[in-house]
């Protein structure tokens, strides 16, 4: 009876041990654009194994991680290649071969064997050209780079090979539609859009009126009079320019 117990609680104790996952997951939010882009996957490590082409067969189709399959959700519309994607959540699937890999955004979000997936869901599938890392990347790892307003690139490395999947959105549109809408209201967001038409290479004398209009709803804030500096610099008026700065300096002392 004794000996049952004792089997017993060393069984509890083996429930109860807590170890490192072989492959952890990893989950990234990108703010993109006016939302975000959301990718959760698994990531194995190489542990002195031979990955493309042995471990991850050349040709087939990959969940593109380890254990749960790899799923990424867009937080507004996105354009991948020529395809617009909708706005939500999709599997991220990739055939590798050694040249080029095939990048897959299905509507399945479970395939984790290739006996699992469908062609017929796939939402967008886009050739990449694969490219060498100088060192040896030793956990599969995705991460978003070169992060720009309308566009950004997910890139995929593990080994000494990496391949990058462009994508891009409207942001211009919305924006320009949020900006004519706004300017109907009482609360006119003034400097937010001097600040996007200055950015963005619009009209400068409009932007120049919005910083005027600013300057008028917030007279002590340096920032917008400094703002309006470079507006005003930007157009070529530079004794209004250097008055503006002035001004700027003396608020902000």
């Not at 490395?157 to 919305?174: F, G, N, Q």
Request: aromatic fraction near 8%.
């Amino acid at each position: 009876f004794l000996a049952a117990i004792a089997a017993c609680s060393l069984l509890i104790a083996d429930a109860q041990l807590k170890t490192p996952a072989p492959s952890p997951t990893q989950t990234i939010k990108q703010d993109f654009g006016l939302s975000s882009i959301e990718l959760s996957y698994s990531r194995p490590g190489m542990k002195g194994r031979k990955v493309f082409g042995d471990l991850v067969p050349f040709g087939k189709v990959w969940r593109t991680g380890a254990h749960s399959a790899t799923t990424i959700t867009f937080g507004d519309d996105v354009k991948i290649g020529t395809t617009t994607v909708k706005a939500g959540k999709y599997g991220l699937l990739t055939i590798p071969d050694k040249k080029d890999w095939i990048i897959i955004i299905t509507k399945q979000l479970d395939v984790t064997s290739p006996a699992a997936y469908k062609q017929d869901m796939d939402v967008v599938r886009v050739t990449a050209e694969t490219m060498n890392m100088k060192d040896e990347m030793e956990s599969f790892t995705m991460q978003f780079a070169n992060v720009k307003p309308s566009s950004c690139e997910l890139h995929l490395m593990w080994e000494k090979t990496a391949v990058s999947l462009p994508i891009t959105t409207d942001v211009e549109s919305k924006v320009m539609a949020q900006i004519d809408q706004l300017m109907n209201k009482d609360n006119r967001p003034y400097y937010a859009a001097a600040m996007y038409y200055m950015d963005n290479g619009k009209d400068l004398n409009q932007a120049i009126t919005w910083f005027d209009k600013a300057v008028e709803m917030q007279p002590t804030a340096f920032w917008v009079h400094h703002q309006r500096a470079n507006c005003l610099a930007k157009l070529g008026r530079k004794e209004e320019a250097v008055a503006a700065a002035e001004k700027s300096k003396q608020l902000a002392a």
